[in-house]
């Protein structure tokens, strides 16, 4: 594939909205603002409308092109056009660490070292592994970035006594921060917990409502029974269960869990202006229940040949018997 042209400073044509129009889903443009910087910093090559269209698909278009005229008279992104589909891109715009000042030599390597693991970070050992640097003197350095507000420590949720470095205007990726599930570290299982169930519940008003209607045919009932993710992330953003805005890949995060539970199916389907593929998900019923000798601990106990009434293994001292019962 060609690489695309650069174009600076170029801005799409569109009307400018006045400040008090709404941003769109509660959220100030301080805010969509804030999450097109931190989508910029997930994906280092740029982002299109179809990438924003997909994570905030409830702000208006005008308030978009707003905000990304905005950055582009501060000089804060860039954008271009690619050579063979034409689309407008926008990406963030760094400053080359060769030509940043009073840094000097040994800084520069740390800075490049840094820049080349992008918004997923990298852990102080890497960087001194790959700088050849003693520990000493790479704090030091590392110390006098974060002072000079060219790099930033981050923890990371998969070892919270650990931080990795990145450079200082990047935002976190997805699995350095944990996502929306996270905060302070800390998993949200209460709120993963409520929004499962929500899921779950439209689901099944999708279901009931699809069987009531004078519909022709099992086929007809069960297609009229699927919800894209899309339209879930909607009724999800308009119940307000949530403070921040959620995006379809949160969504269908919980809708995972709710596939590998076996309570819904997932299915693909084209959305008829694209090639990309939709998700679609419906409840399902089980035909028959599970049997009983699979429901007890005996069923999958992994001893079970060696169990009687003498020996080490006896029913009356099973200790999946007493975790079952509790």
Excluded: H
């Amino acid at each position: 594939m060609a690489s695309p042209v650069v174009i600076k400073k170029e801005k799409v044509d569109e009307p400018r909205p006045s400040p008090s129009a709404d941003a769109g889903e509660g959220q100030t443009e301080a805010e969509i603002e804030c999450r097109m910087i931190e989508l910029m910093g997930e994906f280092p090559k740029g982002i299109n409308d179809k990438i924003l269209e997909t994570d905030m698909p409830n702000v208006d278009k005008k308030v978009k092109v707003a905000i990304l005229n905005r950055l582009l008279s501060q000089e804060k992104v860039n954008i271009f056009r690619a050579a063979v589909t034409k689309e407008l891109f926008w990406c963030l715009k760094q400053q080359p660490t060769s030509k940043l000042k009073g840094v000097d030599s040994e800084e520069k390597i740390v800075m490049r070292i840094i820049e080349e693991a992008g918004n997923k970070g990298i852990w102080n050992r890497d960087i001194r592994t790959k700088s050849s640097l003693n520990q000493t003197t790479l704090n030091k350095i590392l110390k006098a970035l974060e002072g000079k507000k060219l790099i930033k420590s981050v923890s990371s949720v998969s070892a919270a006594k650990k931080k990795v470095y990145m450079l200082f205007n990047l935002q976190p990726d997805r699995s350095v921060t944990g996502g929306s599930w996270y905060s302070d570290n800390e998993f949200e299982s209460e709120l993963v917990d409520v929004l499962n169930q929500q899921c779950y519940r439209i689901l099944q008003q999708k279901a009931e409502g699809a069987k009531q209607k004078p519909l022709e045919g099992p086929l007809i009932v069960r297609n009229a029974s699927f919800l894209s993710s899309k339209e879930i992330c909607q009724i999800i953003s308009d119940l307000k269960i949530v403070k921040f805005n959620l995006t379809v890949e949160d969504i269908e995060t919980i809708l995972d869990t709710l596939v590998y539970d076996g309570k819904i199916e997932m299915s693909s389907t084209t959305d008829g202006y694209s090639d990309g593929q939709v998700k679609t998900y419906r409840t399902v019923e089980k035909i028959l229940s599970s049997a009983g000798i699979v429901r007890i601990p005996c069923g999958v106990c992994p001893v079970i040949k060696m169990c009687g009434t003498v020996g080490a293994v006896q029913p009356k001292n099973c200790v999946y018997y007493d975790q079952w019962l509790d």
